[in-house]
């Protein structure tokens, strides 16, 4: 009997009698297109994701130096002041950050009302020479609000500013 049934399984086909084990080529195939794609579309969402993440946190980082104009305002009598000198500041490059190169104050006199911009700007290298953010300060009757200014005064792109600057 024995001798009966190995003479037949020689002439069955192997695949129906020894289950299939391990990938096929065109499943592997497959499975690394499926991949590739989503890697392809992941890893720059990500990285401009960690972009705008560092670059709010430069803002953050540069809260310190936003109280101190504000303070320096209040001081000299509702006056902003036009450098880093005049707010009480030391030199721009004195406050780089993890996030920031420097941190500089600029009097704006060619409004009709005087302000300030604070201009951040960032040691970050995915930036390239795009690299900087301008705040600009607001009041109203009960509080001082610093906005980020129109996309063309700063030179970080629009699509990495963070949700608040754009």
């Given at each position: 009997?024995?001798?009966?049934?190995?003479?037949?399984?020689?002439?069955?086909?192997?695949?129906?009698v020894?289950?299939?084990?391990?990938?096929?080529?065109?499943?592997?195939?497959?499975?690394?297109?499926?991949?590739?794609?989503?890697?392809?579309?992941?890893?720059?969402?990500?990285?401009?994701?960690?972009?705008r993440?560092?670059?709010?946190?430069?803002?953050?980082?540069?809260?310190?130096?936003l109280?101190?104009?504000?303070?320096?305002?209040?001081?000299?009598?509702?006056?902003?002041?036009?450098?880093?000198y005049?707010a009480?500041?030391l030199?721009?490059?004195?406050?780089?950050t993890?996030?920031?190169?420097?941190?500089?104050?600029?009097?704006?006199?060619?409004e009709?009302?005087?302000?300030v911009?604070?201009?951040?700007t960032?040691?970050?290298?995915?930036?390239?020479?795009?690299?900087?953010?301008?705040?600009?300060?607001?009041?109203?009757?009960?509080?001082?609000?610093?906005?980020?200014t129109?996309?063309?005064?700063g030179t970080v792109?629009?699509?990495?500013?963070?949700?608040?600057c754009?």
């Amino acid at each position: 009997m024995l001798f009966y049934r190995s003479f037949l399984l020689q002439f069955v086909r192997p695949s129906s009698v020894a289950k299939q084990q391990g990938l096929m080529v065109i499943e592997f195939i497959t499975i690394i297109t499926v991949l590739s794609l989503i890697a392809i579309i992941a890893i720059p969402a990500y990285q401009n994701h960690k972009t705008r993440t560092r670059i709010a946190e430069g803002i953050e980082e540069a809260r310190p130096v936003l109280n101190k104009v504000l303070e320096s305002y209040h001081k000299r009598g509702q006056v902003w002041p036009t450098n880093n000198y005049q707010a009480g500041l030391l030199e721009k490059e004195y406050y780089q950050t993890e996030h920031l190169e420097h941190i500089e104050i600029r009097g704006n006199t060619f409004e009709s009302t005087h302000s300030v911009e604070v201009i951040l700007t960032y040691a970050l290298s995915e930036l390239g020479d795009d690299n900087t953010i301008i705040l600009t300060v607001s009041e109203s009757s009960n509080d001082t609000e610093w906005h980020c200014t129109r996309a063309d005064k700063g030179t970080v792109p629009f699509f990495m500013r963070p949700d608040h600057c754009r």
